[in-house]
């Protein structure tokens, strides 16, 4: 079964400062991992996703995301964070290998940056 | 733009009383999705198409429904509406890899 946490309901920082995003997922064989963002009454827009590749992906808004297969992770980042930045962020995990489409989304967590 | 349209953004229904959500892409994807979102909880997979194939989610309640006459739209039905079915649909596009766009939600509102 798949399955994916966010352990953090929110997340607090200042502005200008690093944010980190935690993510951990289970899955049986090999995943497409993805961040999603959600600003209020809005439907959720894509970040980033890893399907193959290079551990470390870079998105929209300056966000990147790090694949660690070792520890089931995919962290999101971002070197400075924005005041804009201050959003629901939710991670998901989908099979690569079955053909389906059915995609696990995290329980989200909501970002406070602060001017 | 290519996009993913819903319609309407708000909806307001009675007890019982039926009500369809629909939803549009311009993105001539294969997969479309409903999602029923509570609360800024995690999004709920109602069921999915790819292209004509019908993936109904085991837990999804029999008074959901959907119809994709073609390509482009895609329908939610629900034909009794309860107080607990008020919640934000959410409706997704796909291709095959997975990457999905979404519209900007329906909330519906069950007095």
């Known amino acids: 079964a798949q399955s994916v946490a966010q352990p953090e309901d929110q997340v607090n920082v200042a502005e200008g400062n690093p944010l980190t995003v935690k993510c951990t997922y289970s899955?049986?064989?090999?995943?497409?991992l993805f961040w999603y963002v959600q600003y209020p009454n809005r439907g959720l827009q894509f970040l980033l996703k890893y399907i193959t590749g290079d551990n470390l992906v870079k998105g929209s808004y300056g966000f990147e995301a790090e694949f660690n297969k070792s520890q089931t992770s995919f962290h999101l980042k971002k070197p400075s964070a924005l005041v804009s930045d201050s959003a629901l962020y939710f991670c998901a995990v989908r099979r690569a290998d079955t053909g389906g489409f059915k995609t696990i989304f995290g329980a989200g967590t909501r970002l406070f940056v602060k001017a | 733009d290519a996009m993913v349209i819903q319609n309407p953004r708000y909806q307001v229904t009675q007890f019982g009383k039926p009500v369809t959500l629909s939803c549009s892409q311009t993105l001539n994807h294969n997969v479309m999705y409903w999602y029923q979102q509570k609360s800024s909880q995690a999004p709920k997979l109602l069921f999915h198409?790819?292209?004509?194939?019908?993936?109904n989610e085991a837990d999804t309640p029999d008074n959901f429904q959907s119809r994709r006459p073609n390509t482009s739209f895609c329908f939610l039905d629900i034909r009794s509406p309860g107080l607990g079915d008020a919640a934000m649909y959410l409706c997704a596009t796909s291709r095959v890899e997975g990457t999905q766009n979404f519209g900007p939600g329906t909330r519906l509102l069950v007095l």
């Open positions: 198409y790819y292209d004509k194939d019908f993936n």
């Open positions: 899955v049986s064989g090999n995943p497409y």
